[in-house]
């Protein structure tokens, strides 16, 4: 079924509610340990194992929307237009990165976020430009990204912090969220890959059911269409709602 520009591919936001919801879940844990209602090992592996998914399956949805954004406007902006667009989108989420920084800097400090998935979304948008219309050149670098970045984080440490964004880890280093681009930025590249080749001309290039009108697939395209605003604002309602229970 092919959409018009103006339409949604519904699978994508359904997606994105997933990972969101996933994203909570995991907030949920931390904050209850952190205000004691719990004492869950947060390095376990089986939450380890839930945490990364989340922020795979964010990113590489970052890479597939990158494709269709591009796919509904080439053809009406020029290419100074395009460039000026995924400017503006790459840095303004960056910069709600670094108020994650500041934030975290004072709730809860210990670990507060230097470098997390705002930081490596939008610093991705910018870098990711060049290969929005690619598909194997996106692929090979995304995967030469992502074993660059797996050698790096077991192998190599160092005692500066100025190349955390690139994925050197100084010794004794601790966050509570950190994306680098090596290898994640290979994690966005590899969803332009995907969306270059599920869809193009803004039509899917494969067969799906329609599930779209379900009411809990409506509820997870609402999340996932909203996803920016609920990952700024839910971290403040779930501590607000513990801190008024905690007394």
Wanted: proline fraction near 3%; charge should be positive; include cysteine.
């Amino acid at each position: 079924m092919k959409e018009t520009s103006s339409e949604r591919f519904w699978e994508i936001d359904a997606l994105r509610g997933i990972a969101i919801l996933m994203m909570i879940t995991y907030h949920v844990t931390f904050d209850l340990n952190y205000f004691e209602f719990t004492s869950t090992d947060l390095n376990s592996l089986p939450l380890l194992f839930f945490l990364y998914p989340v922020g795979t399956l964010f990113l590489l949805l970052v890479g597939v929307s990158l494709t269709l954004s591009y796919s509904r406007v080439k053809n009406t902006y020029s290419k100074n237009q395009l460039r000026i667009k995924y400017l503006k989108r790459g840095t303004s989420i960056f910069a709600l990165g670094l108020l994650i920084t500041l934030v975290t800097w004072v709730y809860p400090h210990n670990g507060f976020i230097v470098f997390g998935i705002l930081h490596c979304i939008g610093l991705s948008i910018l870098l990711a430009y060049p290969f929005i219309r690619s598909r194997f050149s996106a692929f090979l670098i995304g995967v030469l990204c992502i074993i660059i970045g797996v050698v790096l984080r077991s192998t190599v440490t160092v005692d500066f912090p100025w190349l955390l964004w690139l994925g050197f880890v100084p010794t004794s280093f601790y966050t509570l969220d950190y994306f680098p681009l090596l290898p994640w930025f290979g994690v966005v590249l590899i969803g332009i890959f995907l969306g270059n080749t599920l869809y193009q001309n803004n039509a899917r290039n494969f067969t799906l059911k329609e599930y779209s009108r379900f009411i809990g697939t409506r509820m997870l395209c609402f999340l996932g269409r909203h996803a920016l605003i609920i990952y700024l604002l839910h971290q403040l309602i779930i501590v607000g709602i513990l801190y008024l229970l905690s007394g």
